[in-house]
């Protein structure tokens, strides 16, 4: 299955729907796509393998619990980018997520002496928005500012999500993975679906709030 992901991801492209928001121009050569597959390659573990639109491994994550409290996101070769820890909220409902950088720092765990940059929160009261369609919040952690940085609305349990940030622009979108192979569309289901990721958003960041929303849906 891996290997023919890999040679789809290079062979195939993505059939786009028309898109009636003015910000969802689509230009092939300005926005990455990703095609996940939501099934670690290490046996015994859940987790998720990325490949890139040139057959490559991007990311990769092993989780050897269904529901883990901290989540790592690597790269292809097992390199740690991005830390991802669940937060027991006292007296809420609803627990937060904190996203931390791995960049440029040795140590794979979010301790006390590392900081977030970005925090989710999973929308629960439905009814009373007035847009019934967001699934969570991202915030800045740095910022004083209550308002959000990123918004994701749509289903993940349908795999049709797409990310906007404060001004409406969509920054990614979450779509089934289809293909035409032997002139007949093919469908992959909801283990394998297409992370599209527009110029200027961290594919990175992108794949991690991805992470979350499994985490907070499935």
């Given at each position: 299955?891996f290997?023919?992901?890999?040679s789809?991801?290079?062979?195939?492209?993505?059939?786009?729907?028309?898109?009636?928001?003015?910000?969802y121009?689509?230009?092939?050569?300005?926005?990455?796509s990703?095609?996940?597959?939501?099934?670690?390659?290490?046996?015994?573990?859940?987790g998720?393998?990325?490949?890139d639109?040139?057959?490559?491994?991007a990311?990769?994550?092993?989780?050897y619990?269904?529901h883990?409290?901290?989540?790592i996101?690597?790269?292809g070769c097992g390199?740690?980018?991005?830390?991802?820890?669940r937060?027991?909220?006292?007296l809420?409902?609803?627990?937060k997520?904190?996203i931390?950088n791995?960049?440029d720092d040795?140590?794979n765990?979010?301790d006390?002496?590392k900081?977030?940059i970005?925090?989710?929160?999973?929308?629960?009261?439905?009814?009373l928005q007035?847009n019934?369609?967001?699934?969570?919040?991202?915030?800045?952690?740095t910022?004083s500012?209550k308002?959000?940085a990123y918004v994701?609305?749509?289903s993940?349990?349908?795999?049709?999500?797409?990310?906007?940030d404060?001004s409406?622009?969509?920054?990614?979108e979450?779509r089934?993975?289809?293909a035409?192979?032997?002139?007949e569309?093919?469908?992959?289901g909801?283990?394998?679906?297409v992370l599209i990721?527009r110029?200027?958003?961290?594919?990175?960041?992108?794949?991690?709030i991805v992470?979350?929303l499994?985490?907070?849906f499935?």
């Open positions: 299955m290997l023919f992901l890999r789809l991801s290079r062979t195939v492209h993505e059939v786009h729907e028309e898109h009636h928001e003015e910000d121009v689509i230009d092939e050569a300005s926005y990455k990703l095609t996940v597959w939501r099934k670690s390659l290490v046996l015994s573990c859940n998720f393998t990325v490949i639109s040139e057959g490559d491994l990311y990769r994550v092993d989780n619990c269904e883990p409290s901290e989540i996101l690597m790269d390199k740690s980018k991005f830390t991802l820890c937060r027991k909220q006292k809420r409902l609803v627990d997520w904190l931390y791995d960049e040795d140590n765990s979010a006390d002496t900081h977030p970005l925090v989710a929160k999973k929308q629960i009261n439905h009814m007035q019934g369609n967001v699934l969570a919040h991202v915030y800045a952690a910022s500012n308002m959000h994701i609305e749509g993940y349990a349908h795999r049709s999500c797409k990310f906007y404060k409406r622009k969509v920054v990614a979450i089934k993975k289809e035409a192979i032997g002139g569309g093919v469908s992959f909801l283990d394998v679906f990721i110029p200027g958003f961290d594919q990175g960041v992108a794949m991690a992470l979350l499994d985490q907070m499935s």
